[in-house]
């Protein structure tokens, strides 16, 4: 069953006269898809609305469940966001207990066999003492699991409750990865100390990207 206030946040969000956006939320453990099926249905509505709008769900593991990911990969989005954050082993320093960095990765897999043509992507985070060759296997990892688009950005530390931060990348570096990162045919790499995972520049990318997939099937 469809909320009032999800139908709300459609049709406003049909008014803003944007082209693309992110939905996202804090992660919804206490809900037993995850929040799953509140974005399926709210992408669903934001279609309905404005069928020309590009949508991107920015959304956690769903804890792994399958059905939860299918649900939303089928619900019409164009992006499927889900951010890995850090190198393998670094995973139970930065993360959620509940999350680890297998659970992403499949959790991406999964998206892409739900729908082959949906873009996926996820965003790492850099500055937190990971090894160059680290990051190098988490990319390759990613384009195993055929991620179209990574980003990288420097770690922050929100407040002294949170981890200190280890290093801060050099701009030379960040320019590397990303054309490691393009070097591995990776759609789109987003590299740099300010990037954060919803991107100015890479939604404007992902829009020429959507758009001109859209037009050769027509």
Excluded at 45 to 52: E, Q, R
Excluded at 138 to 146: G, P, Q, V
């Amino acid at each position: 069953m469809i909320s009032w206030r999800t139908q709300q946040t459609a049709e406003a969000v049909a008014k803003w006269g944007v082209d693309y956006i992110v939905l996202t939320s804090v992660d919804r453990d206490d809900i037993p898809d995850g929040g799953a099926g509140h974005f399926a249905n709210t992408v669903e509505l934001l279609k309905v609305a404005k069928p020309s709008l590009l949508v991107e769900c920015l959304v956690s593991d769903f804890r792994g469940d399958v059905d939860s990911v299918d649900k939303l990969a089928k619900s019409g989005l164009d992006v499927y966001a889900h951010n890995v954050e850090t190198v393998e082993r670094l995973q139970r320093y930065v993360r959620d207990p509940r999350a680890n960095y297998r659970q992403s990765i499949g959790t991406l897999i999964r998206a892409k066999m739900a729908r082959p043509d949906l873009y996926t992507k996820t965003s790492i985070m850099l500055g937190l003492g990971e090894r160059d060759d680290e990051v190098y296997e988490t990319m390759r990892d990613l384009r195993d699991a055929d991620v179209d688009v990574v980003t990288f950005g420097q770690y922050l530390r929100p407040t002294e409750n949170h981890l200190s931060v280890v290093e801060y990348v050099t701009p030379e570096k960040f320019d590397h990865f990303r054309e490691v990162g393009e070097g591995m045919g990776f759609k789109y790499v987003a590299s740099g100390p300010l990037v954060r995972s919803s991107y100015k520049a890479g939604e404007f990318y992902l829009t020429h990207m959507i758009k001109k997939g859209r037009e050769g099937k027509d």
